[in-house]
């Protein structure tokens, strides 16, 4: 087994070296070519998903979970989709980052290049596949994917059609590898690959981020691990209040960015709880009140220990109340997880003192965590939302997915 | 011992909440006033320091690593310029990466942070506790320092001063922590110390960056491991050949960007093996040769497997032909370590052939490996020189000490 894993490895760094020369239309026409080819084995791919399902119903797997791992015609196109518009991004390999001459003559270029060997532990949904691929691929990077054992015969069926539309434009096949084998064992083996491995990325739950970031050896991103919180303050448009928190909570609440717990200042209290009530009723949201506010809310639960700091996923928020700007800074710096954090306020001083202290990949003043996304900062697309301050913080597109080397030129300098 | 571990980080982390926030002039103001500290305890520092080089005597340490021990004077003001350097470097905290805006009216700008908490963990050199409290202290981040015990006093006598000067001015004395045990179990649990260490880097030797990637959980740069190769192409002019192979080698053997083999283009070998050793030899450097090349030179060695890709740190060059560029590069993809790689070559084809295929932190056409250094570059100081390809490659500078948060402000836009 961890002898499959060296033999993915060398074939990685075999693929891995012609693709780091393969120019950026070689690299479009194989994005294009694979996104024809999964849909046209749209059939094959949904034949081999359902069986993945009827496994997943064998085994209990709940209904949200079913759903994420369903695939569909609409999904499929959904995916080719992503590949299609990866290929319309601009190729962030080569890029001239810094170019300067030193005092000696020396001259230096500092270029983007690709990372080199990527790999991906995953979960449920077999379009991190496909996405993880087209990313990986179009920024030079040959990638490692390690779905979970629900999705495996999807992800086996996803990978082969990429695998093989990669290969017949003349690129390696080898760019996109699947382990096949789902072993927790081989999981752990894959996060010591030093050599063979130069970035790992999770992307899941935070038990797995807990594992990898336990057990890997070789470089890690963290991503995902998302609880945000809205902070109301004492001069915030109210209206503008509820409707932030309305969509931050109730948008997506599966998702890393949405808000798990509002943060109200207590001078508004009064005026903005039975407000904010009303208007998350209209979508069951389940309120965890503190005992201050909870005297303001027609239709709440008290609170405990455990509510503060915790990722609901869910229609549920939990509600506290500070004495300012700064209790809600020390809130967030205890149990915030560097994701996304807001203010509402009209106070551009409280709102700059929020700004310059909280410590977080995306901080937002008037406006709905919900942003924080590849896609609305104009990245294009993701791999993924990095929670960790080392090489890339918030949404990793394909800039991200590149590290760079100095290229210095001389005339015999010696020192 | 973990518990006092518990009480650095948890001081650490109040002073990086006031760091974080504390302006340009009033670092600089930290840092001036550290370096005056510096040379004015001279005395103290040197006598504390006599008691380090007396234990290692006892214990038999080195002629080389009691001389990396040793303080006097001159390398005490040598550490107050460097801090002085430091404080007239700009500030990297709080540079506006990226501004722009989405189409739905929110204005996002990328903004560099500090990283927050940097462990460093070192071994022989006492000068490392003032330079790595420096960087990090203009970088806006807090330093927990774990030298190695052999500089215990001389350390501990370096970081007091610092301290004081810092708490003199204003700065909580807790930017700049020396953790006094120095027990391996200390060492290994700070390297597991989530979510109180931001960053970890080493530096010292293989065995310790190795004990650092093997154990540590928090995020680490690798740094040091150079294990750096010129290519003398067929090409090439001659006596900028050997004045580059002999300037790399000798100019100062023990550091990372020393090159350790030569690899000679098989056409070429002839006529540079034998002007190549004779001013080699000039600096009685030790030759190990390969079959091939070995009956060019006039007192060489043969070289055993255990050669190629090994950092000798001594007057000592490993000699090995190739028939080509290609062979030269498989050659540095299998045994070098990306730090620093050279060719010499007057045909730019062939040039541009290396410096694209080469996977390094540094490439060099016709000059000396040894210019890879934060002053050699322009970046002012470095902290060490990264060999990993995440976050940061080549020297790491005070840029490469920050992060970034993106800073989004709205009018109420939800998703």
């Known amino acids: 087994m961890s002898c499959d894993l060296m033999a993915i490895a060398h074939r990685a760094k075999a693929a891995e070296r012609i693709l780091a020369l ?226 931050a909570k109730t948008s997506r609440p599966s998702v890393c960015n949405a808000c798990e717990c509002v943060l109200v200042h207590r001078d508004i209290a009064g005026a903005f709880l039975p407000a904010a009530e009303k208007r998350l009723k209209e979508k069951d949201v389940a309120l965890r009140a503190d005992d201050a506010c909870y005297g303001y809310l027609a239709q709440a639960d008290h609170a405990s220990e455990d509510d503060w700091g915790r990722e609901y996923n869910d229609y549920i928020l939990a509600v506290r109340q500070v004495a300012d700007v700064e209790e809600a800074i020390d809130y967030i710096d205890q149990f915030g997880t560097g994701h996304s954090e807001c203010i509402v306020t009209e106070n551009a001083q409280t709102a700059e003192r929020f700004v310059r202290c909280v410590d977080a990949a995306a901080v937002y003043v008037n406006a709905s965590t919900r942003f924080t996304d590849g896609g609305e900062f104009g990245l294009g697309a993701e791999i993924g939302i990095s929670t960790q301050k080392l090489h890339a913080r918030g949404p990793l597109g394909l800039r991200e997915l590149t590290s760079y080397k100095y290229e210095i030129r001389g005339k015999g300098q010696v020192r």
């Open 22 to 247: 393969t120019d950026t239309d070689a690299k479009n026409r194989a994005l294009l070519a694979a996104a024809d080819a999964l849909e046209a084995a749209a059939e094959e791919i949904i034949a081999e998903n359902e069986k993945d399902l009827a496994a997943g119903r064998e085994n209990g797997l709940s209904a949200a979970l079913l759903d994420r791992l369903a695939l569909n015609r609409a999904r499929i196109v959904g995916m080719a989709d992503g590949m299609r518009q990866i290929a319309a991004l601009e190729d962030p390999v080569g890029v001239i980052l810094e170019e300067f001459e030193r005092p000696n003559g020396l001259h230096l270029t500092k270029r983007t290049v690709p990372i080199g060997v990527i790999a991906v532990i995953y979960e449920a949904r077999p379009n991190v596949t496909a996405d993880s691929a087209a990313l990986c691929l179009k920024s030079g990077n040959v990638v490692i994917l390690r779905g979970g054992k629900e999705a495996i015969r999807s992800n086996m069926a996803v990978a082969n059609v990429l695998r093989h539309a990669i290969g017949a434009v003349g690129l390696p096949e080898d760019c996109v590898q699947l382990i096949e084998d789902t072993s927790r064992e081989t999981a752990t083996a894959l996060m010591k690959l030093n050599g063979g491995v130069d970035l790992l990325i999770p992307r899941g739950g935070a038990g797995l981020i807990r594992s990898v970031v336990q057990n890997a050896t070789v470089p890690v991103i963290e991503t995902g691990a998302g609880t945000c919180q809205t902070y109301v303050d004492k001069d915030a448009d109210l209206a503008m209040a509820v409707e932030i928190v309305y969509n």
